[in-house]
């Protein structure tokens, strides 16, 4: 019986401290969570900017039902292409430097639209081992050759390449790594593009708005011109504080995407209330030096709360401050002892992270304040003890 089977799935699962658990938030997203009646301080979104709650957007959006309804109603290319959406597309465009930008429902249906569109049978896909879950997706989808390189190793993306006879070949890596928070050398990776005839794109979900000058994203932040051979994707659900995606390049590339890419063509359009409160957050982040700093103030305060302790962080320069623990059970302990001190700190465990490497994802964010990562230090320290 397959449900027997599913069941005995699920004790292994269980049996090796890999189950997934949803948790219900009773509060809006924000520093402060209300979880299962408990207020915990959180560090467990992407909310890096403190815009998912923004007075100002909220404004936005409701402007934006008010005026233009809470649903698209068809996909774009049918009849739910709305004038936010155009002028979000135009704005977004021009704050990354690209010819054209294309709106997608989420960052997870922009890597499955991009990859397919670009490159097929007979093509190659060279990847970052640590590349996010929607790129390694994608590439199974294009059915193009699949080349991984250890991370970040540039040596080995070289000689990968220069062994290759394919007609097209694509580089492809997340800008900030999500489990990590590293990242990628962009300006190595693009010389390679160049020097090898090949794509590079670049998936920025945790970069937009962080990184950069005005938030403008990793490729600004590593002052790389644009170049009609590099692809990038931004998340609109993160930094931006809303949800969507959105890809920026040349107009030939993004014309194509229009025409071929089937999570854009095959899926309602987002509302248009969306893209009124994302044109509002757009500003938000162009003036957002404040946030920015805030956030880098944290990641010190951090880091340097965790010297001299067993705390291993990753050499992370962003808001994703990964402490790793390797264990998965240790982590599900270490996790549920912040939860008693009143702090939500995800405990992320293979398949996202490599067996072995289990961590807990400290994710900062605007809102938080130095209070707060000293609460947390303090925990950590607390814990540090009663942890094998
Ligand atoms: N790429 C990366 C690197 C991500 O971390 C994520 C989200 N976790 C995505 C893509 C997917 O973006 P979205 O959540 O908008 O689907």
Known sequence: ??????????????????????????????????????????????????????????????????????GAG?????????????????????????????????????NLGIVPTLVGRGDAVFSDRLNHASLIDAVQLSRADSHRYGHNDIGMLER???????RRKLILTDAVFSMDGDLAPLPELFSLAERYDAWLVVDDAHGFGVLGPQGRGSLAHFGLPPSPRIV??????????????????????????LQRARSHIFTTAAPPLLAVALLKSLELIAAG????????????????????TRWRLLPSPTAIQPVLVGDNHEVLRVAAGLAERGLWVPPIRPPTVPAGSARLRVSLSATHTSEHVAQLLAALRELEHAAK
């Open 1 to 70: 019986m397959i449900a027997d089977e599913l069941a005995s799935q699920l004790a292994t699962l269980e049996r090796d401290g890999l189950t997934r658990s949803v948790r219900t938030l009773a509060s809006p997203c924000g520093p402060r969570a209300v979880v299962d009646g408990r207020e915990l301080v959180s560090f467990a979104s992407n909310d890096y900017l403190g815009l998912a709650s923004d007075a100002a957007l909220i404004e936005a959006a409701i402007a934006g039902a008010q005026e233009w309804g809470v």
């Open 74 to 110: 068809a996909s774009a290319l049918v009849s739910g292409h709305f004038a936010p959406h155009a002028e979000l597309e135009r704005r977004l465009a021009a704050f990354v430097g690209r010819e054209r930008a294309l709106l997608f429902g989420t960052g997870y249906l922009a």
């Open 160 to 166: 990968l390449l220069e062994r290759s006879s394919a």
């Open 232 to 257: 990038h994707m931004g998340t609109l659900g993160k930094a931006a504080g809303v949800g969507g995606a959105f890809v920026a390049g040349d107009a030939s590339v993004i014309d194509w995407l």
């Open 289 to 308: 030096e404040a946030r920015r700093a805030q956030l880098a103030a944290l990641a010190t305060q951090l880091r340097v709360g965790l010297t001299d």
